[in-house]
């Protein structure tokens, strides 16, 4: 399988997984909320595919398309948001907050880039090889806290890459009606470089991320990668309120699955897409079919 299948078929993974959980929500099988990465699957997999095996992932209450890109097991994670033993946390992390190997998700804006800081010094004063990689979205620029975690992590030169996946609207807020200024200024006032990109090619995406990863591990020291980015769900289950012809005109511009398919022969498409419809199809059955989380014990 050439390189380029490979990124096909783990977006590919991503996208029906995610279709899966926003067609059976309708029919009760999750409880909760789920947010999914529906148009962003190439951030995921053009940065996470960089990283080596002792890097550090945080991510944020958008995490399925990360846990999968990282190599996370898609029956796992469907047990985990149905609430089963079998989930990734046993049931009892759901779609926001899961971990498994170096991957971590938290739900809360904000909060995981000073952990995220923290945990890269850890790695830094530790004399390991790790680097850590933290994803938010422009939503995020909103909170306090992650200023001053710019502060420090440049302060004291942490091995971090700061991943925003600026997808342009805050649940419905357009970030043009909430953020101000510059984004990629902002990184820039504390002595972070940021690289800003418009695309939704992978392979782009990948090769940029390749080499600001290579800078973080052999610098010590913070970089920026800024992905505009256009996410064609909803917010959540069913809150999107731009017009359905504006979310159409994306997918027709924007979808990374597409713009990939077309520099592959046909004959590789189908079998790829045959293959992962089969994949997804017995990771929900046998996970529908797994016992329910133990909840004694829980606060």
């Given at each position: 399988?050439?390189?380029?299948?490979?990124?096909?078929?783990?977006?590919?993974?991503?996208?029906?997984?995610?279709?899966?959980?926003?067609?059976?929500?309708?029919?009760?099988?999750?409880?909760?909320?789920?947010?999914?990465?529906?148009?962003?699957?190439?951030?995921?997999v053009?940065?996470?595919?960089?990283?080596?095996?002792?890097?550090?992932?945080?991510?944020?209450?958008r995490?399925?398309?990360?846990?999968?890109?990282?190599?996370?097991?898609?029956?796992?994670?469907?047990?985990?948001?149905?609430?089963?033993?079998?989930?990734?946390?046993?049931?009892r992390?759901?779609?926001?907050?899961?971990?498994?190997?170096?991957?971590?998700?938290?739900?809360?804006?904000?909060?995981?880039?000073?952990?995220?800081?923290?945990?890269?010094?850890?790695?830094?004063?530790?004399?390991?090889?790790?680097?850590?990689?933290?994803?938010?979205?422009?939503?995020?620029?909103?909170?306090?806290?992650?200023?001053?975690?710019?502060?420090?992590?440049?302060?004291?030169?942490?091995?971090?890459?700061?991943v925003?996946?600026?997808?342009?609207?805050?649940?419905?807020?357009?970030?043009?009606?909430?953020?101000?200024?510059?984004?990629?200024?902002?990184?820039?006032?504390?002595?972070?470089?940021?690289?800003?990109?418009?695309?939704?090619?992978?392979?782009?995406?990948?090769?940029?991320?390749?080499?600001?990863?290579?800078e973080?591990?052999?610098?010590?020291?913070?970089?920026?990668?800024?992905?505009n980015?256009?996410?064609?769900?909803?917010?959540?289950?069913?809150?999107?309120?731009?017009?359905?012809?504006?979310?159409?005109?994306?997918?027709?511009?924007?979808?990374?699955?597409?713009?990939?398919?077309?520099?592959?022969?046909?004959?590789?498409?189908?079998?790829?897409?045959?293959?992962?419809?089969?994949?997804?199809?017995?990771?929900?059955?046998?996970?529908?079919?797994?016992?329910?989380?133990?909840?004694e014990?829980?606060?």
């Amino acid at each position: 399988m050439t390189l380029e299948e490979e990124y096909l078929r783990d977006m590919l993974r991503i996208r029906r997984f995610e279709e899966t959980v926003l067609e059976e929500f309708k029919r009760g099988v999750f409880s909760g909320t789920t947010h999914t990465s529906l148009g962003q699957e190439a951030n995921a997999v053009g940065v996470i595919r960089q990283m080596l095996a002792d890097d550090i992932i945080l991510t944020n209450h958008r995490c399925h398309g990360h846990f999968l890109a990282y190599g996370g097991d898609m029956r796992a994670l469907f047990a985990e948001l149905m609430g089963r033993q079998t989930g990734v946390c046993a049931g009892r992390g759901g779609s926001q907050h899961i971990h498994w190997k170096n991957l971590y998700s938290n739900g809360v804006q904000g909060g995981i880039v000073p952990i995220a800081v923290g945990m890269a010094l850890a790695e830094k004063q530790k004399k390991s090889e790790a680097a850590v990689t933290v994803f938010i979205g422009d939503g995020t620029f909103g909170e306090g806290v992650i200023y001053e975690a710019f502060n420090m992590a440049s302060l004291w030169s942490a091995p971090l890459l700061i991943v925003v996946e600026n997808n342009h609207i805050a649940q419905t807020t357009p970030t043009d009606f909430a953020l101000a200024g510059d984004m990629r200024m902002r990184f820039q006032a504390f002595g972070i470089p940021a690289l800003e990109l418009d695309t939704s090619d992978v392979m782009e995406i990948a090769g940029n991320a390749f080499q600001l990863m290579r800078e973080v591990h052999e610098d010590y020291s913070p970089r920026t990668l800024i992905l505009n980015t256009q996410r064609f769900g909803p917010h959540s289950k069913g809150d999107d309120t731009r017009p359905e012809e504006v979310v159409a005109l994306l997918k027709e511009q924007r979808d990374p699955i597409t713009l990939m398919e077309k520099r592959l022969p046909s004959v590789s498409v189908s079998t790829l897409r045959a293959e992962v419809e089969q994949e997804v199809k017995a990771a929900f059955k046998t996970a529908l079919a797994d016992p329910a989380a133990n909840m004694e014990g829980r606060a």
